[in-house]
């Protein structure tokens, strides 16, 4: 019930490509949904983050799509580019719950 | 801008050691955690800490962790006595509140790598 399940675990786009990374979660009492991103040697960064009330976020080219009844939500990066470069965690959280993240997605951005 | 800091960056250890890895959460934030993530794996919660105490803390963190806040600005982790197992980055975390409620941003330190040999 606690699980966050990522997908993919590795991901391959074109410069200036969309780079899609999908979590889904099972416990409905979670109610915050951050995405991290983490370069070697660093700690993760908070990139964007949504709650259940509304069903998509952007922030420039960041996306986060939420999916209530699905207990789904996804990251999109648009226009992709090398810098992006990195893995990227999703995680689930809620009052009384503990930040439950993601396996990782490790994307490479081609030049 | 404000950042959490930890030190040191990567200590060495010999199994059955006692270590303690410091950070330094952001001044204005009142909710500290740790994490740990073993080389390649996911980033998993150990425990948080608000006003002096455990608020609540997960399976990985047993009789052989500690936290500790020993004065206004640090915030620790002790490991008693270090298992080859427990070699991983380990991330400090701080955020502020909302009430006695954590806000739920999260800020991460840049970690410590620890290896016990």
């Known amino acids: 019930q606690q699980q966050v399940k990522q997908s993919p675990q590795s991901l391959i786009v074109q410069k200036g490509g969309i780079s899609i990374i999908n979590c889904a979660y099972e416990?409905?009492?979670?109610?915050?949904f951050p995405w991290y991103q983490q370069f070697p040697g660093k700690g993760p960064a908070l990139l964007i983050a949504i709650r259940p009330d509304v069903s998509e976020k952007k922030e420039g080219r960041f996306t986060i799509s939420f999916n209530k009844s699905a207990k789904q939500f996804s990251l999109h990066i648009m226009d992709s580019q090398p810098g992006d470069s990195a893995t990227y965690f999703c995680a689930a959280s809620g009052w009384g719950f503990k930040t439950i993240f993601g396996a990782g997605t490790r994307l490479f951005v081609k030049a | 801008e404000p950042e959490v800091t930890q030190t040191p960056s990567h200590q060495v250890t010999q199994m059955g050691q006692e270590v303690i890895l410091r950070c330094v959460p952001i001044?204005?934030?009142?909710?500290f955690y740790w994490y740990r993530q073993i080389l390649g794996q996911k980033v998993e919660f150990l425990v948080s800490f608000y006003n002096n105490e455990i608020s609540e803390k997960s399976e990985i963190f047993d009789d052989q962790f500690s936290v500790e806040r020993p004065d206004g600005s640090n915030f620790t982790l002790k490991i008693r006595s270090t298992k080859l197992e427990d070699s991983a980055m380990y991330f400090c975390?701080?955020?502020?509140?909302?009430?006695?409620?954590?806000?739920?941003?999260?800020?991460f330190g840049p970690g410590t790598r620890l290896t016990v040999t």
């Open positions: 416990n409905t009492a979670f109610d915050y």
């Open positions: 975390a701080s955020s502020r509140t909302s009430g006695t409620r954590p806000r739920d941003e999260q800020y």
């Open positions: 001044s204005n934030h009142l909710y």
